[in-house]
Every structure is written in structure tokens, then in C-alpha cells.
């Protein structure tokens, strides 16, 4: 198995209304992925509560092979969910590794 967390920090120039409206929209539309991706075995999104951390968003999520990652990083759908950062994203962090 692969797990695939990655990590989203939103600017500081935005208002926290506009990031929470944001992260609440990735957080549907990624979360709904498994219906529309079938390599998807887990996905779930978390919402940073921390205000003094610096990222905003985590992504986890499972699939059984590196393939199936890049499959899922290309597909459409995903790259819709994505979008809905792209007015508010400052960077992104990830990791995949192999898991038991």
C-alpha cells in the first residue's frame, strides 16, 4: 500500500473567511473522489484547528500502488478539486511512501 499525505499552507493575504470557505470546498470534493476514482482505497482531509501552525490543510490518503497515485494526481475530477485552492494556496508539501 502507498499513503499519500500532503500538506497545504494558505497565504496570509487572504481573510479567514475566504480560507475557511475554501478549505471546506476541497474538503467535499476531495472527499468525494472515492466514487468518481476507483484506485482511491482511503481519502480523508483535515482541517487545520492549530492557529499556530503554518499549514492549513492535510491530505491521507491510501492507494495500493505509486501508478495508482499518479493516476489519481492526473484525473480529471482531482484536478477540479484542486482548482478550488488555487485562489488561496501558497504552497504544498508531499510524501508517499509504502505502508503494511
Given at each position: 500500500?502507498?499513503?499519500h499525505?500532503?500538506?497545504?499552507?494558505?497565504?496570509?493575504?487572504?481573510?479567514?473567511?475566504?480560507?475557511?470557505?475554501a478549505m471546506?470546498?476541497?474538503?467535499?470534493?476531495?472527499?468525494a473522489?472515492?466514487?468518481k476514482i476507483p484506485?482511491?482505497r482511503?481519502i480523508?482531509?483535515?482541517?487545520?484547528?492549530?492557529?499556530?501552525?503554518k499549514?492549513?490543510?492535510?491530505?491521507?490518503?491510501?492507494?495500493?500502488?505509486?501508478?495508482?497515485v499518479?493516476?489519481?494526481?492526473?484525473?480529471?475530477?482531482?484536478?477540479k478539486a484542486?482548482?478550488l485552492?488555487?485562489?488561496?494556496k501558497?504552497?504544498?508539501?508531499?510524501?508517499d511512501y509504502?505502508s503494511?
Amino acid at each position: 500500500m502507498v499513503k499519500h499525505i500532503v500538506l497545504f499552507k494558505l497565504r496570509d493575504d487572504v481573510s479567514a473567511s475566504e480560507k475557511l470557505a475554501a478549505m471546506k470546498q476541497f474538503k467535499l470534493a476531495i472527499e468525494a473522489l472515492p466514487s468518481k476514482i476507483p484506485v482511491i482505497r482511503k481519502i480523508e482531509v483535515g482541517l487545520n484547528i492549530n492557529p499556530e501552525e503554518k499549514w492549513s490543510i492535510a491530505l491521507n490518503s491510501d492507494f495500493n500502488t505509486l501508478d495508482d497515485v499518479k493516476f489519481y494526481s492526473k484525473h480529471p475530477e482531482h484536478l477540479k478539486a484542486g482548482a478550488l485552492l488555487a485562489g488561496v494556496k501558497e504552497s504544498r508539501a508531499c510524501v508517499d511512501y509504502e505502508s503494511d
